[in-house]
Each structure stands twice: as C-alpha cells, then as structure tokens.
C-alpha cells in the first residue's frame, strides 16, 4: 500500500485535476448466445475450412520433418556405435592374431 501514492493534483494540458487513488469494484458479466452452423455466412465457413486445413497441413508437415530428424540423428547415432565395435572387433581380431603366431 506504501506505493501507491496519495490524492494529489496533477497538471494535465493547461489544467489541473484532482487525481484520487484507490481500490476500484469491477464485474465481468458474460453473455453466450448459441450459433448453429446455419448462422454463419457460408463464406467465413468455407475460409475457416480453409484456415484449418492450412493449419493441419503446416503441423503435419512439422512433424513429419521432426520425425526424420529423429530417424537420422539415430542411424548416424549406430553408425557411430557400429564404427566404434568394429574399430574394437579389428583391434581385438589383431590382438587374438599377434597371441596366436
């Protein structure tokens, strides 16, 4: 409560006004009034068919990148792990060999 300031007169264009601070009462009340598809023009229809469906077009295809973004981060992921086993598979071939002779 300490900022907010006192009434206290203010100049506002060439005159000057008693400015009152304080706690305001405020109500919202909320009207609905029931649309059946036959109220609305066939038009704002139609565009908002349309807008859904670019929508949808656009999330779909989002995803769809997403989801081979996810299938190419994994086959690099084992083709790295396959690259390493067999970086493994070859030292230890080389070793078994070198024990072996």
Request: net charge negative.
């Amino acid at each position: 409560d300490d900022l907010i300031p006192s009434p206290k007169r203010v100049k506002d264009i060439g005159y000057l006004a008693d400015v009152e601070v304080g706690p305001r009462e405020t109500r919202v009340e909320r009207v609905t009034h029931p649309v059946m598809p036959e109220d609305i023009p066939k038009p704002a229809q139609e565009g908002a068919a349309e807008v859904m469906y670019k929508t949808l077009g656009d999330l779909v295809q989002r995803f769809h990148d997403h989801t081979q973004a996810i299938l190419v981060h994994r086959i690099q992921a084992i083709e790295g792990v396959q690259k390493e086993q067999g970086h493994r598979m070859v030292g230890v071939k080389s070793a078994v060999t070198a024990l072996t002779e």
